[in-house]
């Protein structure tokens, strides 16, 4: 028997199969059908275990299979690979060498090992340290990495106080986004007078690109619970709400048995492990509105009112759910304060820097070789995330831009690439943690538009109570539909980041207050790009419809008929076997001839100017 | 109060703590721009007008949702302010119609006045983009209509319509951009739950909501409104000599500037061309339009030939006081007779015969401003919400302040969703629910009693009759589940101060007297009533039915509740009026009725009442009124009951007259004439006075309403101290003695004013009401209310506005007795029961429980008392409008 990843003591062989959402819908339910039928043909069940398991963070390559204790990584698994990765587990079975092999995104070469993967041996997996090792659905599982000891040593051994000064020692900023020194509030609920406290989880992750919260909550749910539970007895809560989007059903259903599971044995409840303290915990499920992420608005939504932020103060601390002292933090800051009562404020303050301690998670993707959910200690740089671990822009092309932070975060150019990620280096690039996604773009995207696109996010977000963000929004979406149209006038700069400062400063909440970063940023990183689109008419990615314009070269088109097949609107006209032809009034530059015409012709390019308006 | 100083713009304040920074500047008269801010209103901090800087804060700051703190350092303007406040201004611009000049609101507009002061640049607003959408005018209510094009979104209509109303008929719809205020599933406002109180528009900073007719008077007269019993004050605006506008007085303690619907649109029947203008004569069956001098010779001759026992009068709730004095005065001493009453009998009888037993006194013992400083309101047999719009708020805003609301109604009406404990007894039962409740409390040792030892007598045996009230009894007769009159109980006697609130529903049965004495002996058994925001609330019907009852216009009593069979009481009288008085009690209100059909009684003079639509069975009216050989209506329209008159007279209005009107909570009022009278209509006291005048009769030549208030001050001594010098502002609440008296918030505060000063607990036995359902006739039939009508709606129907609204009766019936009836929503049906058959829709709806039907009164085309029983309560003599059987037949097709 030997220990390996996470603690968990395994038994001769086991095999993870992840079940986070990415892998489930790549077919990850089907392997592990297939995988447990084809080990009981073989009459292994003895040796080998089969485990279902959350999220293991390399979405991109799923369905994932990880057999332990060798660690062998089996990426992009087909149920008819499975047969040969069953044999491969008899005891005189060898690791598979060729398919399904994870290959490194820069050699090309098969890497039998997780621990030989860049993507991993370069993250410091903390608070996902179980996401992708225990079975989610089960208590037991969780209980065998030491689980709920940390609840133990809570009740028992530490004073309420205590562990608020603990978490204060830690320096755990909150986790959501904005890096509010998370003892603040504890302190503040803690000292808060009565005795009907409330302790909110926000698991309200709606920015468009992010998606580690629903991977913690669908691979480790018990860690989050047991974060709550702390919470509630640091601050004197009974109650506690879980306030998931219904989008993320499979969260929701793993947190459902989780809080079945822990209430059966006594960590949730009336008099949990017969101490004197009580906790229970609800699961709400939020509608969809990216604007119930932020608190007051969380709040509204709870209390069965239209999710709108309010202003603060007072805060949440002061008067939060129905009025009361409500403690409200994001899924990870709960994730990570089992560490900090169980290893203690000082092994957490170990990691980091010196202003943010612990681990940041981030959901890499866009124009990356690897993309999924990364954790690293807070304080490397976005470039040893983005090469290091992520292995770059595929296909070698340049790295033009990161966004960071959502749609409430920034555009990053290269110059910017050593910025340390935390919470204080990215505010001073202008860009944010925020939710924690990361955007990676090459070359093929128009900056204008990408901007262009969060602000389209936002003004469909706003919750459209103040202003600023409802009308500001959609004032700078106008201007730059403009642009991106070749529409746009040089003094429409000036108007853009005259009303991103007033929306920024006028806003009533996080929402309106951050909008306008995506288009501030680029204007002060490629203000170039915006400029080429006033002056130029021309979009340098080749993105924006109304500033190119699709051709067939004469001398390359075979009249092979399939431009003509998939265009939408009957734009392209010719017989077979003559060349072909675009009629550029009709056409509306969906680009489908343009992806469609076999390589070995190339025949279609892709310019610059818009053909109507060169006639 | 504690106070605080702070520093804004150098200058510095001391301000009462808690006060926001926003409230703080604008009361010393320092303007900080806002859009979204109202005094009544919980903050919501969205235009983003109001920013300033603290010293020592990062950034801009909202000044209407921070505290002014000791020593903070403020500043209203700066450069980087002005740059926010002009982004938010210039995008608020540019998504607004700029029609400013054509829009109503032009001149009043809160946005003009914060452009004004934050200023916008030209240029850069010239180069935003239009981003303004076109959104249909919303005209789909009668009165106002809601244009998004012209909405900033400042939620003061929302906020109004939840904070203040209750109502929620708007919130925000949709998201981002998109967002728009909107009515539950974006529906036309008509057809939403909006109760068209016309609040949201008074209070919109802007020109999106907005009346429909320009209401812009030339002048204002302060003055009362003249629907039902709550009293609110208002400012009527006239323009020419028509009432074009009516506004709640902001400063007034009754309504603190809130009107309903009937108060802000009902004024339209004061200028309506169906007015009585002229008097009438029938004259060979048709009547003819005559003078006030061949009616007055008529009148005379015909009251001057009758004997006293062969007349009898009824004067008006809707009158003022002083005409209220001048009709009894003049049955009494010109027409020697005490048989005067008025429509009291029908509602508030039991409230008089049984709080007087118990208490001393049958009127509200608390203010209505006290309701909103209960712990517990108790609202039984009260449609408050419908009927007493402007307590309901009352109520609802105590619900706000985290006071619990009992409900007990057979009905699920509107203020239930504001009940913490909900009963649903079956029609009649009252008795039984409540004492099933004091079972309760006396079993859990609730009682309150030092109370009920120094305060009370009778204690023992009302004790004793309790026993017959065990839960499983009370439930069983009630309907209600014991755990809900446990729950309701046990509020009711520890979350104190507990105010008790009731109307029709408790009155208007053959047991009604013994309904109030349950209801009193439930306040005094745990010590709920001669206290302040704790008491017995009967909330009075009509705008003036307290102040008729008051000036005597009651068969027993002389003005100010003095028995007319005591001695010295019309000694009294008989030297201030210089006459004869009878000593004997007159008639009542029904009792007239059965004298007439005998032909005991041959002249009637009546003034401001409809009983053919407002009387139990009033078939029974219509043959009486036939039987009389002379009949006088004095009124402000044709009414269904003035048809059967031989002389009509033509009155004036509420708006056309001075005086006074009591309100509910005893506060006696100033009406001020706004407009010139119609046609030659006269005010009521100065037509009775002619009368009698012409009869020879001395006492009469009143100049003035004050002269009359003079004469009221010398004889009632409840009003001994109320003149109109003094009510000039604000009404006085009696009893008020003498002049330096500052009027009674509540009543009993030390002792009843039963003679020996103690209350009195009634042993009481359950009695069932007179017809209930049964295999003929099984439904039970029970009356009610509509918000947008009054009475029998001889003045809101004449507005367009709320026959618009609601414009026909229903039979609401249970879905279930619907399906077994095999009647459909909106289908016509007969209902009919003993004494007659009415025409009418049905609307399917659960507001109703299984078994029981209900009907209002409003509509003349479906006269429901014809249908109901003239049972009579056998001490009140109100006859039981709430109970009834009736059987529904399908429409011959």
Redesign the interface.
């Given at each position: 028997m030997k220990i390996r990843r996470g603690g968990i003591r395994m038994s001769n062989k086991t095999c993870l199969i992840c079940q986070g959402t990415g892998c489930v819908s790549a077919g990850s339910r089907e392997i592990h059908a297939s995988l447990e039928k084809e080990i009981e043909q073989l009459g292994l069940s003895k040796d080998v275990k089969v485990k279902r398991t959350g999220c293991h963070g390399f979405c991109e390559q799923g369905p994932l299979v990880v057999v332990e204790p060798e660690g062998l990584f089996y990426a992009g698994v087909k149920v008819d690979d499975v047969p040969d990765i069953a044999r491969s587990l008899s005891p005189q079975g060898e690791p598979l060498e060729e398919k399904p092999l994870y290959h490194d995104s820069a050699t090309g070469n098969p890497i039998t090992h997780y621990h030989d993967i860049s993507f991993y041996n370069k993250q410091q997996r903390t608070v996902l340290q179980n996401c992708g090792n225990i079975d989610p659905e089960e208590i037991g599982d969780y209980l065998a990495t030491g689980g709920y000891q940390s609840l133990r040593k809570a009740l028992f051994e530490m004073s309420p106080g205590q562990i608020v000064d603990e978490v204060k020692r830690s320096g755990l900023r909150g986790l959501g986004g904005a890096g509010f020194p998370t003892w603040i509030k504890w302190e503040a609920c803690q000292r808060a007078p009565g005795d009907e406290k409330y302790v909110i989880c926000n698991a309200d992750e709606g920015d468009p690109g992010a998606f580690q919260d629903r991977s913690i909550l669908e691979g480790d749910p018990h860690s989050v619970l047991k974060g709550m539970i702390i919470a509630g007895y640091a601050i004197g809560a009974r109650k506690g709400y879980v306030y998931v989007r219904a989008e993320y059903p499979l969260a929701i259903k793993r947190l459902e048995i989780a809080i079945d599971q822990a209430r059966k044995k006594g960590f949730i409840g009336k008099s949990i492990l017969d101490s004197n303290f009580s906790f229970d915990i609800e699961i709400f499920q939020g509608a969809g509105?990216f604007v119930c992420g932020e608190e007051t608005a969380l709040l509204a939504s709870i209390e069965g009112k239209?999710g709108?932020p309010?202003?603060r103060?007072p805060f949440p601390a002061q008067s939060g759910l129905w009025g009361k002292p409500t403690l409200i933090s994001n899924v990870k800051t709960y994730a990570n304060i089992r560490w900090i009562v169980n290893k203690g404020a000082d092994w957490f303050a170990g990691i980091g820097t010196e202003g943010c301690k612990g681990t940041a998670i981030f959901s890499l993707t866009g124009k990356i070789a690897n993309s999924g959910i990364v954790e690293v200690p807070m304080g490397i740089t976005l470039r040893e995330i983005i090469y290091g671990i992520g292995g770059g822009i595929p296909g070698g092309k340049p790295f033009k831009a990161v966004q960071t932070g959502g749609p409430s975060g920034g555009c990053l150019p290269a110059e910017l690439l050593d910025t340390p990620v935390d919470f204080d280096s990215l505010k001073a690039a202008g860009s944010m943690m925020g939710s924690g996604g990361m955007v990676v773009v090459d070359e093929d995207t128009c900056i204008v538009d990408l901007a262009r696109y969060f602000v389209d996010f936002?003004?469909?977000?706003?919750?459209?109570?103040?202003?600023?963000c409802?009308?500001?929004?959609?004032?700078m979406l106008?201007?730059l539909n403009?642009i991106v149209e070749g529409k746009g006038e040089m003094?429409?700069i000036d108007?853009l980041e005259?009303?991103g400062?007033?929306?920024k400063?006028?806003?009533?909440c996080g929402l309106g207050q951050t909008a306008p970063n995506p288009v501030l940023t680029t204007l002060k990183y490629f203000r170039e790009e915006y400029e080429e689109h006033i002056i130029e008419k021309k979009c340098r990615a080749k993105v924006c419809k109304d500033l190119i314009h699709f051709i067939i070269m004469p001398d390359r088109c075979t009249g092979c008929h399939i431009c003509t097949k998939v265009c939408p609107v009957n734009a392209i006209s010719g017989d077979p076997k003559q060349i072909h032809e675009i009629d550029q009034e009709l056409c509306i530059k969906c680009g489908l001839c343009f992806e469609k015409c076999p390589p070995k012709f190339g025949a279609i390019e892709k310019n610059y100017g818009s053909k109507v308006m060169e006639d | 109060m504690d106070m605080l100083s702070f520093n804004i713009n150098g200058k510095l304040l001391t301000v009462g703590k808690g006060k926001t920074i926003l409230e703080a500047a604008l009361e010393n008269s320092i303007y900080i721009p806002n859009l979204c801010h109202h005094p009544d209103l919980v903050p919501s901090g969205n235009c983003r007008m109001c920013i300033v800087e603290i010293e020592g804060r990062r950034g801009q700051i909202i000044s209407c949702t921070t505290p002014v703190e000791e020593g903070m350092v403020v500043r209203t303007d700066s450069q980087e302010i002005s740059h926010v406040r002009q982004t938010t201004l210039e995008l608020i611009h540019a998504n607004h119609t700029q029609d400013c000049t054509n829009c109503s609101s032009n001149s009043a507009c809160e946005l003009q006045k914060v452009t004004a002061y934050v200023g916008v640049n030209e240029e850069r607003l010239g180069r935003l983009r239009r981003t303004r959408q076109h959104y249909n005018i919303d005209d789909s209510n009668p009165f106002f209509s809601l244009d998004h094009n012209k909405c900033i979104m400042c939620g003061i209509c929302i906020r109004t319509c939840d904070e203040v109303q209750g109502v929620n008929a708007l919130d925000y719809g949709f998201r981002g951009f998109n967002t728009v205020v909107s009515t539950f599933g974006d529906k036309p406002i008509k057809e939403s739950v909006c109760e068209s109180c016309g609040e949201c528009v008074v209070r919109c900073p802007v020109g999106a909501l907005t009346f429909k007719e320009t209401r812009q008077p030339t002048f204002e007269v302060k003055t009362v409104c003249a629907y039902c019993g709550v009293g609110c004050n208002i400012y009527l605006g006239v323009r020419g000599n028509k009432i074009v506008s009516s506004r709640g007085d902001r400063d007034s303690i009754v309504n603190k500037g809130r009107l309903c619907v009937k108060g802000r649109f009902g004024y339209e029947f004061v200028n309506h061309e169906d007015r009585l203008k002229v008097p009438l004569i029938k004259k060979n069956g048709t009547f003819v339009e005559s003078t006030w001098e061949e009616a007055f010779s008529i009148i005379v001759e015909k009251f001057s030939a009758v004997e006293s026992k062969q007349f009898a009068a009824f004067t008006s709730a809707k009158m003022t006081n002083e005409d209220n004095y001048v009709i009894q005065k003049f049955t009494r001493a010109v027409m020697g007779t005490n048989n005067i009453d008025h429509c009291a009998r029908l509602c508030h009888a039991p409230t008089v015969s049984g709080l007087v037993q118990s208490l001393g006194s049958g009127a509200m013992t608390n203010s209505i401003d006290e309701f909103t400083n209960a712990k517990t309101i108790f609202s039984i047999g009260s449609n408050t919400t419908a009927a007493h719009p402007i307590i309901g708020l009352h109520i609802k805003e105590a619900k706000r302040k985290g006071a619990k609301i009992i409900v007990a109604n057979p009905k699920e009406i509107d203020l239930c969703r504001f009940a913490d404990v909900f009963m649903q007894q079956y029609p009649g039962t009252d008795v039984v629910l409540l004492m099933g409740m004091m079972k309760v409390i006396i079993d859990e040792h609730l009682q309150d009693e030092e109370f009920i030892k120094t305060r009370t007598e009778g204690y023992d045996e009302f004790l004793d009759s309790l026993t017959d009230f065990d839960l499983d009894t009370t439930e069983k007769i009630t309907g209600v589940p014991k755990g809900k009159i446990i729950e309701a109980a046990r509020l009711y006697a520890t979350n104190t101060p507990s105010s008790l609130v009731y109307a029709m529903g408790i009155t208007q049965h053959s047991h009604g007297t013994d309904n109030v004495l349950a209801v009193s002996n439930l306040a005094l058994l745990t010590g709920s009533v001669g206290k302040e925001s704790s008491g017995i609330n009967p909330l009075r019907g009509q705008n003036n039915v307290q102040g008729a009852c008051d000036m005597g216009g009651l068969p027993d009593v002389y003005p100010g509740y003095q028995k007319v069979t005591k001695p010295w009481a019309k000694e009294k009288f008989e030297e201030h009026w210089g006459v004869k008085l009878d000593p004997e009690e007159g008639l009542t209100h029904t009792e007239i009725f059965d004298e007439i059909e005998k032909g005991n009684i041959k002249a009637l003079y009546q003034v401001g009442e409809n009983p053919i639509l407002s009387e139990a069975d009033s078939n029974h009216v219509k043959r009486a009124l036939a039987n009389l050989d002379f009949f006088v209506v004095q009124d402000i329209f044709m009414t269904e009951t003035a048809k059967y008159a031989d002389i009509v007279l033509p009155a004036a209005s509420f708006a056309e007259k001075d005086g006074t009107f009591t309100n509910t909570e005893r506060r006696v009022q100033r009406v001020r004439k706004a407009v010139i009278p119609e046609g030659e209509t006269k005010d009521d006291w100065w037509i009775a006075s002619e009368i009698a005048r012409r009869m020879g009769a001395k006492g009469f030549d009143y100049e003035s309403p004050n002269d009359i208030m003079d004469e009221i001050n010398r004889v009632v001594p409840i009003y001994g101290g109320i003149t109109f010098e003094r009510i000039e502002d604000e009404g006085l609440q009696w009893p008020c003695p003498t002049t330096n008296h500052p009027g009674t918030k509540f009543l009993h505060g030390e002792k009843f004013t039963r003679p020996n000063g103690l209350g009195k607990l009634f042993p009481l036995t359950y009695k069932a009401s007179i017809e209930l359902p049964d295999s003929e006739y099984p439904l039970l039939l029970t009356t009610d209310r509509s918000l947008y009508h009054y009475h029998t709606s001889t003045m809101t129907r004449k507005v367009k506005g709320l026959e618009i609204l609601d414009g026909e009766e229903f039979l609401k019936v249970n879905p279930e007795d619907a399906q077994q009836m095999e009647i459909s929503d909106g289908e016509y049906v007969t209902v009919r029961s003993r004494r007659g058959d009415v025409r009418v829709k049905i609307k399917i709806t659960r507001i109703v429980p299984k078994g029981i039907a209900s009907l209002t009164f409003h509509f003349h085309e479906t006269p429901t008392n014809e249908l109901t029983i003239c049972a009579i309560d056998p001490v009140a003599k109100i006859p039981e409008t709430k109970v009834c059987s009736i059987r529904v037949e399908k429409m011959e097709t």
């Open positions: 509105a239209r709108m309010r202003p103060p936002a003004t469909k977000e706003s919750c459209g109570e103040c202003a600023p409802r009308l500001g929004t959609n004032q106008d201007i403009d003094e429409d108007i005259s009303l400062m007033g929306i400063k006028g806003s009533l | -």
